[in-house]
């Protein structure tokens, strides 16, 4: 028994015809005649008093006429309510997003979600890029930002916010002076890096690795303002993106570009492949368009 064989057959009731039913129903007359007699034979029951000239149900008719009817406006009210639980501006929207990204591009993204979406329970939480994937295919989140070279079959993403990477270094070092300098020019060099555990940590290393060494790392924080303040002071290096840098004092460091390779700085919202996209993460898609 389908939803369709009971809707054919309410129809054909409440037309008490089964040519003007076909008409409603934009079916031919013989495909609504066959889906009544397969429910029939389904429910071992006649629905329809065929004896009489004027259209009369039996007493299993009158019965699963009124089961019928039962079941439609159910499922119509859930199609209803699940209509507007999909499009309404109110709901939950789960983003994970990394201490350094929050401040340069989400945290004016998602001040201005909350203006235009008052009704949706906006929860964000900070975290490295590297945890990201696990929360989302956890269902604790719903989207997530990550830095980018990032490939992964089983995610969607869409590119949103590009910034240069620059080498920080005082004034006084020997580097100071150059306006450009290659990743081989940095061989014997120390390096202040983000931890390990932030994505950022591992782009560094291959892009060192791709101009053919290893970085010495003289120190490691969580933190770009402890880094930067140890660039400023000393002699070692930091690789750090522009888009960073724009509350710092610069007079007090020189900013130099990079080459071979070069190093951009992408983040890029992500979701699971196979996960309903419902309103509030559309909204939010739509509020960050996509970087070329």
């Keep these: 028994m389908t939803s369709m064989q009971l ?14 039913a076909a008409d409603r129903l934009f079916v031919s007359q ?4 066959k889906a009544i007699r397969a429910l029939e034979t389904e429910l071992q029951a006649q629905l329809i008093d065929r004896n009489t000239r004027s259209f009369t149900l039996t007493r299993e008719g009158r019965l699963v006429h009124e089961y019928a009817k039962n079941i439609l406006d159910y499922c119509q009210a859930q199609e209803k309510e699940l209509f507007q639980r ?6 939950t929207l789960r983003i994970g997003v990394p201490p350094t990204a929050g401040t340069v591009y989400f945290y004016s993204a998602l001040l201005r979600f909350r203006q235009t979406y008052p009704l949706v329970d906006l929860i964000m939480t900070e975290t490295p890029s590297k945890s990201i994937c696990e929360h989302l295919s956890t269902g604790a989140l719903d989207l997530g930002v990550v830095l980018e070279p990032f490939e992964d ?3 969607c993403k869409r590119p949103v916010y590009v910034s240069e990477v620059m080498l920080v270094v005082s004034r006084d070092h020997p580097l100071a002076d150059k306006k450009v300098v290659s990743f081989s020019e940095l061989r014997e060099q120390k390096f202040l890096m983000m931890s390990p555990e932030f994505m950022y940590h591992d782009m560094v290393v ?9 970085p010495s790392v003289r120190f490691y924080s969580s933190q770009w303002e402890l880094i930067f303040e140890m660039a400023a002071n000393s002699q070692d290096v930091a690789l750090i993106p522009l888009a960073l840098l724009n509350q710092r004092d610069l007079s007090r460091v020189a900013l130099l570009q990079l080459k071979e390779p070069s190093f951009p700085w992408t983040l890029s919202l992500i979701y699971r492949r196979d996960k309903f996209i419902t309103a509030p993460m559309r909204y939010f898609l739509d509020m960050c368009p996509e970087v070329r």
């Excluded at 013989?30 to 005649?33: K, M």
């Excluded at 999909?86 to 709901?91: A, E, K």
């Design 206 to 214: 291959n892009k060192c690795r791709e101009a053919g060494f290893e």
């Design 153 to 155: 079959e089983k995610y």
């Design 86 to 91: 999909l499009h309404d501006t109110g709901g």
């Design 30 to 33: 013989s495909t609504l005649s």
């Design 7 to 20: 809707r054919y057959f309410v129809e054909v009731v409440k037309q008490k015809s089964y040519t003007k």
